[in-house]
Every structure is written in structure tokens, then in C-alpha cells.
């Protein structure tokens, strides 16, 4: 006997749904969670400026009529604090902590062939076994923590974003360097500008920003919940999992500069990650993809006065929407501050971190009295290989790992039976509304835990056979695209020593939800069960 029927690693969003679901279906369901709350992303990620990039109503919970009625969110793109309350209303709505054991780190996964369990090794000391393990671990929730030389020496303050104090950082007045300008160092940079004695900006590779344009939410918030039913459906039949008009304009066929032009400014004006889904050619078609390209950077040296700082500013090495897209609430106009500097760091480098600064190529010293890493995240297969996972022949998921994720449709791995992945690689997961994504996969999992119960079965593993053809299908539809063309976090590339290796599923949720729902209705084809 194991003493849960299903262990749930991690208490973010999917975890708590997946919590949710398992209880009202009389399955014993323990969440492990090492953090000291609930919230998973929005616990950890709490530095200045944090918010969404996906609009609040859409950023939410699809389960429960009443929950979507009730919440008010008050702005388009909701802040840190106000998705964590959200998270925290959810678990005390629903009454879930009783089943959460908080401040308590998942270490290690070992089958028991024999047994048909695993065996959960955690932070505490404890030892928990259950029939099935359910990662719920995010796909944001491993810092890359890069070893600056001379980190140590730093006299001064070191913050991270991706485990910002939780009383807070009074950065008033203060010289302020930012390593990094991804969408959390956007967020930071632009909200501290106007607090800080000085501003030095250190950038590697420039970002496409397209703007938010955020505000009170009242009318929106209104408008949706009078037809959430219907703009859900649409969201989980589109391609991002949020409701965009996407039209399937080529650009290309479009052979008025001014029909392009329209269209690219009605969606600018809109603001929002829906702005790159106007045209079907853009990730596929490098011409089609210059023309937007090159339309976001006129915005930005619209927006940036000096011409030269712009040019610094503006990206030109990689296709846009090959990488995250940033939404952006006011981060180019924060260069026209007389405090804030950019240091460009393909032009000099970081020597060392010194005593009193950062060292850059040439011999430059920029003394700070605080430095923000905003250095990302090992995306997608971080935090599962953070824990020391053994399957049926004792092989580690490192091991098997080690030149790239392999799963079959990002929900279960060969070799470690009754182990599933919540937003796995070689899902749509990071390029898509997560929480449509996050539902969709619990809601899975939840039918084929039932599927086994209800028939007596005991284990459930993916085909090598049908992981192999998803894998193929995953980097076969990558290759299609130009995503492969940036060395972005969806490639590994951020991370030194990862294969590069495109990991999520670029087909889009609707149709990544034909083919899961598919599997369920052919018995669940491609799995073996037992």
C-alpha cells in the first residue's frame, strides 16, 4: 500500500487545480510545496514591477462560474500582489491547504518496480510514497544564477529577481546597476527608474517590446464576464490560449503598404502579446518577419530621443517573436531619464564583479551600491531535473535528458510509469496562456487517473515508440519556424552547458488539444497500461 494515491509536487497554479480536481473525486491527494505560501511563480517573483503579460481575465481560473464572477481584477495586466491574493483566495475558497505541506522541497523520485510506486524523498527528511507523482513545478521556476567572477568581492547589496526579499528593497537613492533585460529586467528597470540616484543598465541582447497598455480593468472585467463561457472555448481552440483576433492574414500577400501598416497599428494600439498574431507568416517566413521587425523598431526610436541610445536599444540579431515577446509599460521611455545609462555589453563585456562595482571591457568601473540580477530562468526542464528522478531500470531523467527533453505530448516520459508533467516540455505550455494550458493538462490527467481506477489498472507508461514520433513531431514543426534562429530559453541557450534543443510545442493549443483529446477517446493510444 503507498500512502497517497497521488503526490502533487508543487502548489502554483496547476497544483492547486490538479489538488482541486483529484479531492472532489474521492482520490487521496497530497501537495508538496517548498515554498512557505501557495502560488508557485507569483510567490517567488515578487520584484518591483512584476505583472502578467497575459490580461487578467483571461490569467484566471475557467473552472468555477462563481470564482470567475466574484474576483475583482483591477487592472488589464494584474501585478504580483494581486495574482498571489488571487492564488491565496483560491486555496481558502476551496479549503485546499489542509492537504498542502508547505516549506518542503521534493529531492528525489525512486520506482519501486515491485511495489508499482514511488518512492518521495523530501527536504524535511521525510519518505512519502504514492501510486502516482504529478509534477506541478512550472516551467519558470529554476533561477539561471550565472558565476560572475568576483561576485563575492561585491561590498555592496546583491538582489535577485527570482527570489526578491520578501520585506522588500529600499532602493531609494540609490546607484543601481540591472544585469539583464528580459522580460523581468524590463518590468524591474522600469519601475525603479524613478526611485533610484542612478540607473545603469547592463544589455546583452535587446528585446522587442510591443506596449500594454495597461490601466483599470472595470470595463473589460465586465465585458468578459458577461460571456466567459464563449471566450473560453475560443481561447482553448486558438493557437496562444487567450482570445486574439487571429485572422491568418499572410503578410506577404498583402501587397499594399498600407493595408500592413493598418493592420500593425490597430494592434499596437491594442497593445498586448496579440500583436504578433495579425500575420501566419511571421514566425515562418523571414521576409514577412522583417517587416514587423522592423515596424517595432521604428516605435522604440519614436519613443527613445537620442538616436544613438535607440539604435543600442533596438534588436536586430534574432526574428522577432522568436523570443518571448516583452510587454512593456513605459521601459523605453525610462532611457530618456538623466540617471538612467545603458552599457552595451556586445560592446564591452563584464570583466568582474569588483568591491565596488562591475567591471566592464576596456576597463570601465561602474560603482554601484546595489546590483539586480534579472539573469532568467533554466526554462522548461529545470526544475524537473532539480530533483534526482529514478524510473523502472533505476536510469535518472538527467540522464535521459541530457541532449533534450524526451516525452510523449509533454505529459509523461518511457521509462517512469505513473509520472506525469504538468505543462511539460513538448507541450504548448511557455507559448501559450498558461493557465488554458494548465487546465487542459490537469484535466487530462484527472480523466486517465479515473481511466485506470475505474478499470482495475495499476500503471500507466508512455510507448518509446510514440515518444519517439512526438519528439520528432515537436523539433520536425520547430524547424518549420524561425525559432531555432535565437538563441532564446526556449532553445536551452541561456543555460551554459544545455543542448540546445527547441522545447516547447510550436503547434498551437487548439490543435495540441485535438490531439490529446484524441488519445483519450482511442483509449489512450500511445500509452501502455497495466
Not at 15 to 31: E, P, T, W
Not at 172 to 181: E, N, P
Not at 279 to 302: G, T
Request: charge should be negative; charged fraction near 25%.
Amino acid at each position: 500500500m503507498a500512502d497517497h494515491d497521488v503526490i502533487v509536487i508543487g502548489a502554483g497554479f496547476a497544483g492547486l487545480y490538479q489538488l482541486h480536481r483529484l479531492r472532489a473525486l474521492g482520490f487521496d491527494a497530497l501537495v508538496v510545496e517548498a515554498g512557505a505560501d501557495v502560488g508557485g511563480t507569483w510567490y517567488w517573483n515578487r520584484y518591483p514591477g512584476a505583472r502578467c503579460d497575459i490580461e487578467s481575465v483571461e490569467y484566471s481560473y475557467s473552472f468555477d462560474a462563481d470564482l470567475e464572477q466574484e474576483w475583482d481584477w483591477s487592472e488589464r495586466y494584474a501585478a504580483q500582489p494581486e495574482i498571489l491574493s488571487y492564488v491565496r483566495h483560491v486555496a481558502d475558497r476551496f479549503d485546499l491547504r489542509r492537504d498542502i505541506v508547505l516549506n518542503t522541497r521534493v529531492e528525489s523520485l525512486d520506482w519501486d518496480e515491485g511495489a508499482g510506486r514511488w518512492t518521495v524523498s523530501a527536504s524535511d527528511g521525510t519518505l512519502r510514497t504514492a501510486r502516482h507523482v504529478i509534477a506541478a513545478t512550472g516551467c519558470l521556476s529554476v533561477p539561471s544564477r550565472p558565476d560572475f567572477e568576483g561576485l563575492a568581492d561585491f561590498a555592496g547589496e546583491v538582489l535577485w529577481t527570482s527570489s526578491w526579499p520578501h520585506e522588500g528593497a529600499d532602493l531609494t537613492g540609490k546607484r543601481v546597476a540591472v544585469i539583464g533585460t528580459g522580460s523581468s529586467g524590463l518590468q524591474t528597470i522600469t519601475a525603479i527608474a524613478p526611485l533610484v540616484g542612478s540607473l545603469t543598465v547592463f544589455q546583452r541582447t535587446p528585446s522587442y517590446a510591443v506596449p500594454a497598455h495597461n490601466g483599470p480593468n472595470a470595463a473589460r472585467l465586465a465585458a468578459a464576464r458577461a460571456r466567459y463561457p464563449e471566450r473560453r472555448e475560443v481561447s482553448r481552440a486558438s493557437s496562444k490560449g487567450f482570445d486574439c483576433d487571429e485572422d491568418g492574414q499572410v503578410l506577404l500577400t498583402e501587397t499594399e503598404e498600407t493595408v500592413i501598416r493598418r493592420e500593425l497599428d490597430r494592434r499596437w494600439d491594442d497593445g498586448g502579446l496579440c500583436f504578433g498574431s495579425g500575420f501566419s507568416d511571421l514566425l515562418k517566413d523571414a521576409e514577412a518577419n522583417e517587416v514587423v521587425a522592423e515596424y517595432v523598431r521604428a516605435r522604440i526610436r519614436e519613443k527613445v530621443k537620442s538616436p544613438e541610445l535607440a539604435e543600442r536599444l533596438t534588436p536586430r540579431t534574432y526574428p522577432i517573436a522568436s523570443k518571448r515577446m516583452c510587454v512593456d509599460t513605459g521601459y523605453f521611455e525610462v532611457f530618456n531619464q538623466d540617471n538612467v545609462t545603458l552599457v552595451d555589453l556586445t560592446e564591452r563585456p563584464i570583466e568582474r564583479i569588483t568591491e565596488h562595482g562591475i567591471r566592464t571591457g576596456g576597463g570601465a568601473e561602474h560603482d554601484v551600491d546595489v546590483i539586480v540580477m534579472a539573469t532568467g530562468f533554466d526554462a522548461m526542464t529545470g526544475a524537473l531535473n532539480a530533483i534526482d528522478i529514478r524510473g523502472a531500470d533505476g536510469r535518472s531523467l538527467r540522464e535521459k535528458w541530457e541532449h533534450g527533453p524526451r516525452t510523449y505530448l509533454g505529459l509523461m516520459s518511457a521509462g517512469f510509469p505513473n509520472l506525469f508533467t504538468v505543462t511539460g516540455p513538448q507541450s504548448p505550455s511557455v507559448l501559450s496562456n498558461m493557465m488554458t494550458s494548465i487546465e487542459h493538462h490537469v484535466d487530462w490527467i484527472t480523466r486517465a487517473l479515473t481511466h485506470l481506477r475505474e478499470r482495475g489498472l495499476h500503471r500507466m507508461e508512455a510507448d518509446p515508440d510514440a515518444e519517439d514520433n512526438w519528439v520528432n513531431t515537436t523539433n520536425d514543426l520547430g524547424d518549420l519556424t524561425l525559432m531555432p534562429k535565437a538563441a532564446s530559453w526556449y532553445m536551452g541557450a541561456n543555460i551554459p552547458g544545455k543542448q540546445r534543443v527547441f522545447m516547447p510545442f510550436i503547434g498551437g493549443v487548439g490543435l495540441y488539444r485535438d490531439l490529446t483529446n484524441g488519445v483519450a477517446v482511442s483509449h489512450y493510444h500511445g500509452f501502455e497500461l497495466s
